[in-house]
């Protein structure tokens, strides 16, 4: 539980379930389970403005008022609990959905889905959606002058497991251009959704590929005015998990809540 402390700091108490051991505390340094811990706030500059000129859309839809304070429990309190069933088999595999192959370069996209401590968020529902190798979706609204693919849908789901890993298979999105301004085109990226064990741990981001050279030139990631919270949105490559023959292998991991939590809200 955590209220407002002085000098605008935060106070809370680590003794939620599935919290750290004492052990774990005290290796450490922190307080024995209880005690009242103070926390520095969190910077705003992780997360993207709700309000930034550059970026069209938030002059229109961005609040113009300050934030209304809710009670702790309705941010803490469990949050929805998925099944095995909401998952349909195969609904990880994006690329199986057609009478033929999709168009475009097969890719792996997998990760750990962590708490603010590093511990591992199971059974998080993670949904993806993504435009296809050409840079469009499936969408009435996307009307852009790029082909369909009649053999991809560009949406998926899965589960996390034990470690709280998750991964699909997919194809790389193309870039695309938008209305924000003059000639702007965005990075390709994907889309997550994901539900943690409390409310508070609901998330929605982007993902973007290493050296894409249409990020430092994107109106939407760069809402965000911390550079190294920029760079959490950025998945790696990994050979470890490419598929030989068949598919390349990208790592992005996400944090829920927490310093290092994962820009959300993009």
Not at 35 to 48: A, C, G, K, L, W
Not at 69 to 92: L, N, S
Not at 236 to 246: G, L
Request: aromatic share 8%.
């Amino acid at each position: 539980m955590a209220r407002s402390g002085a000098g605008g700091r935060l106070e809370g108490r680590e003794d939620r379930p599935g919290g750290p051991t004492q052990k774990e505390r005290a290796r450490r340094g922190a307080p024995p389970p209880g005690d009242t811990v103070r926390f520095d706030p969190i910077p705003e500059s992780r997360q993207p403005a709700a309000i930034d000129p550059a970026y069209g859309s938030t002059l229109r839809r961005g609040p113009r008022h300050p934030p209304i304070a809710v009670a702790c429990e309705a941010a803490t309190g469990a949050g929805v609990r998925f099944g095995p069933d909401a998952v349909p088999p195969g609904a990880c595999d994006l690329t199986n959905r057609g009478r033929d192959e999709p168009l475009g370069q097969r890719i792996v996209v997998t990760g750990r889905v962590l708490d603010e401590d590093g511990r591992p968020v199971r059974r998080s529902l993670i949904e993806i959606w993504q435009c296809n190798a050409a840079g469009r979706y499936t969408h009435a609204n996307d009307q852009h002058r790029a082909p369909l693919d009649p053999n991809f849908s560009g949406e998926g789901r899965t589960l996390t497991d034990d470690d709280g890993r998750y991964r699909f298979i997919t194809i790389r999105p193309g870039a695309y251009p938008w209305n924000n301004h003059a000639n702007a085109w965005r990075p390709a990226h994907i889309h997550f959704s994901l539900f943690g064990n409390v409310h508070a741990q609901r998330l929605v981001t982007q993902m973007y590929f290493p050296d894409d050279p249409l990020i430092p030139y994107d109106a939407i990631i760069n809402t965000i005015p911390d550079e190294a919270a920029r760079r959490a949105l950025v998945s790696r490559f990994s050979m470890e998990e490419t598929i030989a023959d068949e598919a390349l292998g990208y790592v992005h991991d996400i944090v829920l809540r927490g310093r290092g939590a994962t820009p959300f809200g993009l």
